[in-house]
């Protein structure tokens, strides 16, 4: 029998994830995958393990768990109150999860996703090349109590390393790109957009979240008569109120709605991540910068494992103290040494 991992207590929004399913968008479906693909890579990181390997997606609020053997485990995302057996535990970090210990993850300090990865990954049957879940499809399901979730093999053996990252969990700066229908949109609008901050609304999951400027909607003329078209996650629609919405992971595969910009692949965990009420201000950049920014984020993915460190943790919190070597070569002094 496989490993497996238990799910005790289920958040209200607890779904598995990877990177989803490019390619389907003549048949309707969007690519899905993790709202936080960063989290996603730094997760592998940590593990030493493929950036596509699924892992636990936890909207807002984690639960509790409990694996059947020794597994390792690393915390990313959102950070969350995390404890093992009532110990508490590093976020952005791994960890090792005795067997039957009880893995208990709370809500979010920061942030919206946060993610529970697994050394060998969860093992489901794969559907479209994927495991993810994608319920704006249909595909896959909320987790839920009970639950026994497959683990695959882990060929990993490394734990206690932690990962430095950058605070994109309380808005910030987004770049956006022009899309199709941005030059309908008066300059006084394009400035005021650049200008003034929006607001994540209440309004929010993983197929758009609802923004809310300062100053009121954006408003065009014509706005009605675009044609549906394809759009894909980071474009802005603006509805017929003036309010826009960055489409994410789950959004559909057409609309009509006209669209103001398009945010950088690269931008997009920090919109996903924003709590409601954060702020966000947009930055257009040309399609030149764009390539680059897209290109350095990309490089900067694929070098997380060079940040990795080891967790330095304080002797006085170690339960398990006497069971690590911490000073190699040494011995207890009473051993029968030959020649001695």
Same mark, same amino acid.
């Not at 609020?61 to 409990?66: A, D, I, R």
């Not at 995302?77 to 005795?98: C, F, K, Q, Y």
């Not at 067997?99 to 709370?106: N, Q």
């Given at each position: 029998?496989?490993?497996?991992?238990?799910?005790?207590?289920?958040?209200?929004?607890?779904? *598995?994830?990877?990177?989803?399913?490019?390619?389907?968008?003549?048949?309707?479906?969007?690519?899905?995958?993790?709202?936080?693909?960063?989290?996603?890579?730094?997760?592998?990181?940590?593990?030493?393990?493929?950036?596509?390997?699924? $892992?636990?997606?936890?909207?807002?609020? +984690?639960?509790?768990?409990? $694996?059947?053997?020794?597994?390792?485990?690393?915390?990313?995302?959102?950070?969350?109150?995390?404890?093992? @057996?009532? #110990?508490? =535990?590093?976020? &952005?970090?791994?960890?090792?999860?005795?067997?039957?210990?009880?893995?208990?993850?709370?809500?979010?300090?920061? +942030?919206?996703?946060?993610?529970?990865? =697994?050394?060998?990954?969860?093992?489901?049957?794969?559907?479209?090349?994927?495991?993810?879940?994608?319920?704006?499809?249909?595909?896959?399901?909320?987790?839920?109590?009970?639950?026994? *979730?497959?683990? +695959?093999?882990?060929?990993?053996?490394?734990?206690?390393?932690?990962?430095?990252?950058?605070?994109?969990?309380?808005?910030?700066?987004?770049?956006?790109?022009?899309?199709?229908?941005?030059?309908?949109?008066?300059? %006084?609008? *394009?400035?005021?957009?650049?200008? #003034?901050?929006?607001?994540? %609304?209440?309004? $929010?999951?993983?197929?758009? /979240?609802?923004?809310?400027?300062?100053?009121?909607?954006?408003?065009?003329?014509?706005?009605?008569?675009? =044609?549906?078209?394809?759009? *894909?996650?980071?474009?802005?629609? /603006?509805?017929?109120?003036?309010?826009?919405?960055?489409?994410?992971?789950?959004?559909?595969?057409?609309?009509?709605?006209?669209?103001?910009?398009? /945010?950088?692949?690269?931008?997009?965990?920090?919109?996903?991540?924003?709590?409601?009420?954060?702020?966000?201000?947009?930055?257009? /950049?040309?399609?030149?910068? %764009?390539? #680059?920014?897209?290109?350095?984020?990309?490089?900067?993915?694929?070098?997380?494992?060079?940040?990795?460190?080891?967790?330095?943790? @304080?002797?006085?919190?170690?339960? @398990?103290?006497?069971?690590? &070597?911490?000073?190699?070569?040494?011995? %207890?002094? &009473?051993? @029968?040494?030959?020649?001695?």
């Amino acid at each position: 029998m496989s490993a497996q991992l238990t799910i005790l207590r289920a958040g209200p929004s607890m779904t *598995l994830q990877d990177m989803g399913r490019p390619g389907h968008l003549a048949l309707g479906l969007s690519c899905g995958g993790a709202s936080d693909r960063l989290a996603l890579a730094e997760g592998a990181a940590l593990l030493g393990q493929p950036t596509d390997t699924l $892992a636990l997606e936890m909207a807002a609020l +984690g639960g509790e768990f409990q $694996a059947s053997e020794d597994t390792r485990i690393a915390l990313t995302g959102a950070p969350m109150r995390v404890t093992i @057996d009532g #110990e508490t =535990v590093v976020w &952005n970090a791994s960890h090792r999860l005795p067997a039957g210990a009880r893995l208990t993850i709370g809500a979010a300090t920061a +942030g919206c996703y946060g993610y529970l990865h =697994v050394g060998g990954g969860f093992a489901p049957d794969p559907f479209l090349g994927a495991g993810s879940a994608h319920l704006s499809a249909g595909i896959g399901a909320l987790l839920q109590d009970g639950e026994a *979730l497959a683990i +695959g093999t882990d060929k990993g053996r490394e734990t206690n390393r932690v990962i430095d990252i950058e605070d994109r969990f309380q808005g910030g700066e987004v770049r956006l790109t022009p899309s199709f229908q941005t030059h309908l949109f008066g300059k %006084a609008e *394009l400035g005021r957009l650049q200008s #003034e901050p929006l607001h994540r %609304a209440a309004r $929010a999951n993983r197929m758009g /979240v609802a923004l809310i400027p300062d100053g009121g909607g954006y408003h065009i003329e014509g706005g009605r008569n675009v =044609v549906s078209e394809i759009v *894909l996650p980071g474009d802005i629609q /603006v509805t017929g109120d003036g309010t826009p919405f960055v489409l994410m992971v789950e959004c559909q595969t057409t609309g009509g709605y006209p669209r103001i910009g398009t /945010v950088l692949p690269c931008d997009l965990p920090r919109v996903a991540q924003a709590p409601a009420g954060a702020e966000l201000r947009f930055r257009f /950049v040309d399609l030149e910068e %764009a390539v #680059e920014l897209e290109h350095a984020d990309a490089q900067r993915r694929a070098e997380l494992g060079k940040h990795c460190r080891p967790l330095i943790r @304080d002797p006085h919190l170690m339960r @398990d103290l006497l069971s690590y &070597n911490l000073i190699g070569g040494m011995v %207890a002094g &009473n051993e @029968d040494i030959e020649g001695i």
